[in-house]
Each structure stands twice: as C-alpha cells, then as structure tokens.
C-alpha cells in the first residue's frame, strides 16, 4: 500500500506534469486557450480560470488535458 504522504507528492507532481504540457501546447500550437478549454473539456473558460486561480486543476480534468494532448500529438505525427 502506498503511504499517503507519497500518493499526495506523485498526484502533486501529475497535475504539474498536465499543466505544464498543456501551457506548452499552448505556445506551441498558437491555439487559444478558451479553444483548447473548449476542446478538453467543453468548457471555454477553463484555462483562464484555472490560471487566475478561479478553480484548480483537478486530477480527472489534467487525465483529461494529458489525453487530450496524447491523441493529438499522437494524430500529428501520423
């Protein structure tokens, strides 16, 4: 079983790792973020609210943010 102290640091560093991949697709593809947030998760907003600290990055929406990003950098290169 894992301790909680570590569960909570590995769900910690998950959210990082959405996160940041999401802000580089961001400047990487040129997308806007209210099309991106809108394309996640139908929800236009997202990426500013989450970056103003209106809500926070919640563990099923960056499993949705890294699913996201796997398909269409997956659909890029093919």
Do not use: C
């Not at 102290?5 to 209210?34: C, G, H, M, N, Q």
């Not at 991106?36 to 960056?62: C, E, Q, W, Y």
Request: hydrophobic share 35%; net charge positive.
């Amino acid at each position: 079983m894992i301790e909680p102290d570590k569960l909570s640091a590995e769900v910690e560093s998950f959210l990082a790792t959405a996160w940041t991949r999401a802000e580089a697709y961001l400047t990487y593809s040129r997308i806007s973020p209210s099309r991106f947030g809108k394309s996640v998760a139908n929800d236009p907003n997202l990426i500013h609210d989450i970056r103003k600290k209106k809500r926070k990055l919640t563990f099923p929406m960056a499993q949705k943010i890294g699913a996201y990003l796997d398909s269409t950098v997956e659909s890029s290169v093919q």
